[in-house]
């Protein structure tokens, strides 16, 4: 999918059949005489300068009818009550009262699994779902009832926000670059104690990648976890700064926004100095800081979006780190038309 002039097609044309033989599934803009289309089951919208206050923008919505599915297996289509956020924390008591219930029956399973694998679909777009979807991943093998009414909750959520859009407005190409922002709960998850990773990947100012994950190993403390969490998250930046580098843009260093000065100075260290019980395969990203490839930068806990995909929040936290992404409630007006 391209967007832009006749000139700039060109230009990916060309680039792309130096090494690949390449076909477009969709034109928008200057090049194509609509500004509307699908792709992978999501509607892309181009709205040109002189629109609106908006200004030039594309617009990229989220797969719909996922969410409809969901409200409709709980019965909630008709006048559902929603709620204000997906998830509530889950305590000790919550944790001990869990492991009395009885398993789901064995149909009743089935459609948990199906319907956690859709909101996983979902959270691809939809970073105010990641978190839950991580948690509720976690019971797939054996889930229980209280499993059951956290998913019901979720689907009381998607009653209130049912879509969403992210928008990516224009950029000055020569303020280009690749960074990513990362954050940890350390021992958030209260059974295995280990910690969640998050990670949101930019260019510019546009969200490209957004990932939540449970450490594979246990942290025996913040700042161990924060530094797990910047390995992986550089890990998925670089992935991304190859592909920018295949189209020749995003010149310059990385740069990782952390919130943690303990783990900012691991990076920037040579070793593990007390720490010795860190494995050596973390210790490649203290190589990237002294080359120069990567630059590690101090940033507000407030202001550190992956916080939103590894805790959870409130409302008006998730509304403000979702701004501070570009993602918006919409409606499905557009799904609709075209479909």
Not at 137 to 149: E, G, I, Q, V, Y
Not at 162 to 190: C, F, I
Request: proline fraction near 4%.
């Amino acid at each position: 999918m391209v967007t832009g002039s006749k000139e700039s097609l060109k230009w990916f044309d060309k680039v792309l059949n130096e090494r690949y033989t390449a076909r477009w599934e969709a034109l928008l803009g200057e090049a194509a005489e609509k500004n509307e289309t699908f792709f992978l089951n999501r509607l892309l919208r181009y709205v040109p300068d002189g629109t609106d206050d908006g200004g030039c923008r594309l617009e990229v919505e989220a797969d719909a009818r996922h969410a409809d599915i969901i409200i409709r297996a709980f019965n909630l289509q008709d006048g559902g009550k929603g709620c204000d956020v997906p998830e509530e924390k889950v305590t000790e008591k919550d944790l001990i009262d869990a492991e009395r219930q009885s398993p789901l029956e064995p149909g009743q399973v089935s459609q948990f699994r199906s319907l956690v694998m859709r909101l996983a679909y979902m959270s691809v777009d939809r970073p105010d779902l990641c978190h839950v979807v991580r948690t509720l991943a976690s019971a797939m093998k054996t889930p229980r009832l209280s499993d059951w009414m956290r998913l019901k909750k979720v689907a009381r959520y998607l009653v209130k926000v049912p879509y969403m859009k992210r928008v990516y407005k224009m950029q000055n190409p020569e303020t280009l670059h690749v960074n990513v922002m990362t954050d940890s709960d350390w021992a958030g998850d209260l059974r295995t104690r280990r910690s969640t990773s998050g990670a949101v990947i930019r260019i510019g100012a546009h969200v490209v990648q957004i990932k939540c994950a449970s450490q594979k190993v246990v942290a025996l403390s913040s700042m161990e976890s924060e530094y797990y969490s910047m390995c992986r998250g550089v890990t998925e930046a670089m992935f991304i700064r190859s592909v920018v580098d295949f189209w020749g843009i995003c010149p310059g260093t990385m740069v990782l926004r952390v919130d943690s000065s303990s783990a900012k100075a691991l990076a920037e260290r040579k070793g593990v100095g007390k720490s010795r019980h860190i494995q050596a395969r973390y210790l490649w990203l203290q190589d990237l800081v002294f080359s120069k490839e990567l630059n590690v930068q101090k940033t507000p806990g407030r202001t550190n979006d992956p916080d939103l995909v590894t805790k959870v929040q409130t409302r008006a936290v998730m509304k403000d780190h979702l701004t501070r992404m570009n993602f918006h409630p919409c409606g499905r007006e557009g799904h609709k038309g075209l479909t």
